[in-house]
């Protein structure tokens, strides 16, 4: 059975005139032990009914009441079972009721004696009771109710609460209407009985509650002080564990806004990377709170270029590295210069203003504020070790100005500044990854050194190394094998030469030593030089036919003819090398735009894997392996290309559609834009001083 109806409720509505108080949990205990000590001390038999929540709290008054039990029988407890409480009848009348009954909820004590009468109803009130290290400070919940000495007031408390007890167990009935007819129906001469005592312990009791009700309170405000306190803590320490689970510098902004932005109650939150110097600042992080009905919508600043230069607000915490907080962006001067003005100053004190002076900052401010509806503001510097990282703005948008208070703001900072340390730890962490890719790369570049250089050097070394030793052994050796001897030892040491050119020209490229002349060039002049550079080292019917299409009225290129002829000439020598003297290699040029143009190097040889194209630019890249492969060369050819395109500003790509379909190597050279006045200098006669062994070649085929 449950009755859900409150027996404070029931009071109230007979009697009126009566007035709750609000009293603590520790002062009911202490009034509760008042008046059970008042039972004790004395020589009556009252009627004494307590009603305790739960069984728990029952427990620790259950010798208490066996003590009262033995001066009255007339002695009920009432509480929700939890584990052994029931009804029963073997000390004093015991009833339980259901934990959804109202009683639950009520905390309940009334003597009824001879002389006296005390009555305690009270309702616990439903609010939010603060937690301590995450247990509940049981001292400080609240209840509403009477505590009264009026008998009147008593005798109606015992009657409903006995009507109840009748309800729940009505084989006390008997018992019940004893209680009543000796307890409540005599209340005349009961009245009669009362001492100026009586007052003058009613006061005294008054003075004692009062004094526990203010210690109580100041009690409860410094646990709600304290756990305030740690609820700032635990934010920190939230935000910070979250911002540092993350190494990706976007992914610990947005943590931190999102977080941020949740806890502090602001209307928006934004944070954004920049330095002192930046000009401008693009919003890429924002929290941004839902209005209520009838409330305007914000205005997202998200994906917003944000002015710094001439925002005097982010210049002077810029400059300070400390937070700077607009409490009303409305009257602030920094903002709205010409306010002094409208208060009643004169002219002259508003132009020395300094902070008046260049209207065009605070025109910028006052845009921003009226564009985002911005009425309090603060701006908070990410930083790390004196450098400012970015910047946590927080801004209050609603009709009346906010006041930050100095905790607030203190723990803002403390977050800003674990923001500044994980975004350091981030970016310290990707340079870390960026130099093991580097050393990782290094080490391969060392392996594959030593194993090209090994077999490139040792091979041509054991060939002149055999042929001299044979010549200088046998004197009678016939001039025919004499002169085999000689062109083998020459072709392996111009192998020799050509691999330790390379090496050389790689290192001036990567090193930046290399002084680009860039001028005026004919391409299908620089074109046809390297053409003849392959038809001079490559035997007719060891390479495959090169073929041109390329028209004559090309545009001039601006490069420089010495390293582009080498460009085209290493291209043209990787596509003959890797295709059969049957096959064919084509060298054709098209316009890209009216600022570049696009040379195709495309050969029908070996081809290359898609999933390879992109590796085969990087320094000693062979796809056959080191040792393995069926071609000579020490993979720098192509790395070479792509550094030589690289110091003109151009692009160089390969394409393929896998083994044995071919490849095509593309690469843009940039336009000349202006015709020059004087003839532009010929590649060939530029090449032809770099290297004489073109004319040479020429003069040989």
């Not at 003597?111 to 049981?138: F, H």
């Not at 009062?210 to 709600?224: E, M, P, V």
């Not at 915490?317 to 210069?337: C, G, H, S, W």
Request: aromatic share 6%.
């Amino acid at each position: 059975m449950s009755i859900t109806t409150s027996v404070l409720a029931d009071l109230l509505q007979a009697m009126p005139q009566l007035r709750q108080q609000v009293y603590f949990k520790v002062s009911l205990t202490a009034l509760s032990h008042a008046m059970e000590d008042q039972v004790l001390a004395g020589s009556d038999q009252p009627l004494v009914i307590a009603s305790f929540q739960r069984e728990h709290f029952y427990r620790t008054e259950a010798n208490r009441y066996r003590r009262i039990a033995e001066q009255t029988s007339q002695v009920y407890v009432l509480a929700a079972p939890e584990a052994e409480f029931k009804n029963s009848s073997e000390y004093y009348e015991t009833v339980a009721f259901e934990r959804a009954d109202a009683l639950s909820q009520e905390w309940h004590l009334v003597v009824i004696g001879r002389n006296y009468a005390n009555c305690l109803v009270c309702r616990e009130k439903s609010t939010t009771v603060p937690k301590l290290i995450d247990q509940e400070i049981d001292s400080s919940r609240r209840f509403e109710g009477i505590w009264t000495f009026d008998r009147d007031v008593s005798n109606l408390a015992a009657k409903i609460l006995l009507d109840r007890i009748e309800v729940y167990r009505p084989e006390l009935a008997g018992k019940i209407a004893e209680a009543k007819s000796q307890y409540l129906e005599d209340s005349v001469a009961a009245d009669s009985g009362l001492t100026q005592n009586s007052a003058n312990s009613d006061a005294f009791v008054q003075r004692l509650a009062t004094y526990l009700q203010a210690g109580q309170y100041k009690l409860l405000k410094a646990y709600r002080s304290l756990s305030t306190q740690e609820q700032k803590e635990r934010l920190v320490n939230s935000i910070t564990d979250a911002i540092r689970r993350s190494l990706d510098p976007e992914e610990i902004l947005e943590i931190a806004v999102q977080e941020l932005g949740q806890a502090i109650g602001a209307c928006r939150c934004v944070i954004y990377r920049c330095k002192a110097t930046d000009a401008t600042a693009v919003i890429s992080h924002e929290f941004l709170r839902s209005r209520g009905k009838g409330e305007k919508s914000l205005v997202p600043t998200l994906g917003q270029t944000w002015p710094l230069q001439d925002n005097c607000l982010f210049q002077e915490v810029a400059k300070r590295l400390e937070p700077i907080y607009v409490e009303d962006a409305q009257k602030d001067l920094r903002i709205n210069p010409t306010k002094e003005l409208a208060d009643g100053n004169s002219e002259n004190t508003v132009l020395n203003n300094p902070l008046v002076k260049g209207n065009s900052p605070s025109t910028t401010l006052k845009n921003l504020v009226k564009k985002f509806s911005i009425r309090s503001w603060l701006k908070v510097p990410v930083i790390y070790q004196e450098q400012l990282l970015g910047m946590l703005d927080l801004h209050h948008c609603g009709s009346k100005p906010y006041h930050w208070e100095k905790d607030e703001l203190a723990m803002v900072k403390a977050i800003a500044t674990q923001v500044g340390v994980a975004l350091i730890q981030a970016e310290a962490y990707a340079n870390l990854e960026e130099l093991n890719q580097q050393l990782a790369a290094l080490d391969r570049t060392r392996s594959n050194l030593v194993a090209i250089t090994g077999h490139e050097l040792r091979t041509p070394l054991s060939t002149i190394q055999v042929c001299l030793e044979s010549m200088a052994t046998e004197p009678d050796m016939s001039p025919e094998l004499r002169q085999v001897m000689l062109d083998t030892a020459l072709a392996d040491s111009e192998r020799m030469r050509k691999l330790v050119q390379d090496f050389l020209t790689l290192s001036r490229l990567e090193s930046g030593r290399v002084e680009w002349n860039l001028e005026p060039l004919s391409l299908k002049e620089c074109i046809y030089l390297a053409m003849s550079h392959i038809c001079a080292h490559r035997l007719e019917e060891e390479r495959p036919k090169i073929t041109t299409k390329v028209s004559d009225n090309l545009p001039l290129v601006q490069a420089d003819g010495e390293w582009l002829v080498e460009a085209l000439a290493k291209l043209l020598d990787n596509a003959c090398k890797f295709t059969d003297p049957q096959g064919q290699v084509m060298i054709e040029t098209k316009s890209q735009d009216d600022s570049m143009l696009e040379v195709i190097v495309s050969d029908t040889g070996r081809g290359i894997e898609p999933n390879r194209l992109n590796d085969i630019f990087e320094r000693f890249y062979q796809e056959e392996g080191a040792l393995r492969r069926t071609t000579g060369g020490t993979g720098l050819g192509l790395a070479i290309c792509r550094l030589i395109v690289k110091g003109w500003g151009g692009e160089i790509w390969a394409d393929s559609t896998g083994k044995d379909q071919g490849s095509q190597f593309h690469f843009t050279v940039p336009i000349v834009k202006t015709l020059p006045e004087s003839k532009p200098s010929t590649a060939k006669g530029q090449r032809v001083t770099k290297d004489k062994k073109y004319s040479k070649v020429k003069g040989k085929k």
